[in-house]
């Protein structure tokens, strides 16, 4: 099993890469339970490296990695609009217009991060507003972690870490490995399943614009 302290000696060894590298290597494993946020928080007590290149060198990092868990999502929406048979249509609208909400926020979201950008990818959100919005979102999430190591001191966040991070527990690693996929597969499920159209339109009727009039005499 792949834990931080696998991951952390190569900002050590590497600087910045080290730190676009882990970074990268965290937020691409999503169904592992690692947690992003020790990374800039141990990388801001290296005297050596400036807090605003780390929070730019994680960024770049988590970034890459959300767009390809986005893209693969985003490949397989021909596959979801099929199956849901057109009752996706509203969601899509919504999402198109309100998605840079979800996608801004996620990074403070835990574990939950990565169901909203699934979602985004199935419901054909734009890539190019996906990338900004979600480099946005986690240069300021890493700007104020980097912060917080720089300003609180290494004490409180060592048991900061120490807290978050045990997963000497292999039955907890299982359980939370369990849980990510349930999370992915329920998103998929209810993706197909309910009648977005219905429900969305009722609150956003903008949304039902030009979607199949069948769609209207469907259930959940």
Avoid: C
Wanted: glycine share 8%; aromatic share 14%; charged share 10%.
């Amino acid at each position: 099993m792949v834990t931080l302290e696998d991951l952390l000696p190569l900002y050590d060894y590497f600087g910045y890469p080290g730190i676009l590298l882990v970074s990268f290597i965290i937020n691409i494993l999503f169904f592992l339970p690692i947690p992003y946020f020790p990374l800039p928080l141990l990388a801001a007590f290296n005297k050596n490296l400036d807090p605003h290149l780390i929070s730019l060198s994680g960024t770049a990092g988590a970034v890459a990695a959300k767009m390809i868990i986005f893209y693969l999502a985003y490949s397989g929406r021909n596959i979801i609009t099929r199956k849901s048979k057109g009752k996706t249509l509203s969601l899509q609208k919504l999402l198109g217009k309100y998605g840079w909400i979800g996608a801004l926020v996620a990074p403070v979201i835990p574990f939950s991060e990565n169901l909203i950008y699934i979602t985004l990818g199935l419901t054909r959100y734009s890539p190019q507003k996906f990338a900004v919005v979600v480099f946005i979102g986690v240069l300021l999430y890493n700007e104020f972690i980097v912060w917080i190591g720089v300003l609180l001191g290494r004490p409180f966040v060592d048991s900061m870490i120490s807290t978050f991070t045990n997963t000497d527990n292999p039955a907890a690693i299982i359980i939370a490995v369990i849980l990510s996929i349930a999370g992915i597969l329920i998103t998929l499920y209810l993706l197909i399943k309910i009648n977005w159209n219905k429900i969305i339109g009722k609150r956003f009727p903008w949304t039902n614009t030009n979607t199949n009039t069948n769609n209207n005499n469907e259930g959940l």
